[in-house]
């Protein structure tokens, strides 16, 4: 059964940093496209980062956009996300996942019901 293991959350400052990795196990994922979600108790999974099976494209929400940078390495079939300049509005459990489909040109516009494998999540707390 495939897994997604997500590590490297924690507790920070603002304006600190943290990088988060996303480690599938199973089977690589080198033909579907990865992204992050975040959610708070109470609040629906909010969209952060996605990035292509082939890493050619990304894409942010508007609140992260020039703070996160999505990633991947092939060779150890992982993916981060490198969260800069972190906010007290970052504050979530960070979930890596999986999108459904297979050698998508791109990833912009996807819903949470386009990802059929998430990982256990991480958490980030943002102090002010």
């Known amino acids: 059964q495939v897994q997604l293991v997500a590590s490297g959350g924690g507790m920070v400052q603002a304006g600190g940093s943290l990088r988060l990795s996303c480690l599938p196990s199973g089977r690589n994922f080198d033909t579907e496209s990865m992204g992050w979600w975040r959610q708070n108790p109470g609040k629906d999974r909010e969209f952060v980062a996605a990035?292509?099976?082939?890493?050619?494209?990304?894409d942010y929400a508007d609140s992260v956009r020039g703070r996160f940078t999505i990633s991947r390495d092939t060779a150890k079939n992982t993916v981060y996300l490198q969260m800069n300049n972190l906010k007290p509005g970052d504050t979530g459990v960070y979930y890596c996942a999986k999108e459904k489909f297979t050698l998508l040109p791109r990833v912009c516009g996807l819903a949470s019901n386009d990802y059929d494998y998430w990982g256990q999540g991480t958490q980030v707390t943002v102090s002010s």
């Open positions: 990035i292509t099976w082939n890493g050619q494209r990304t």
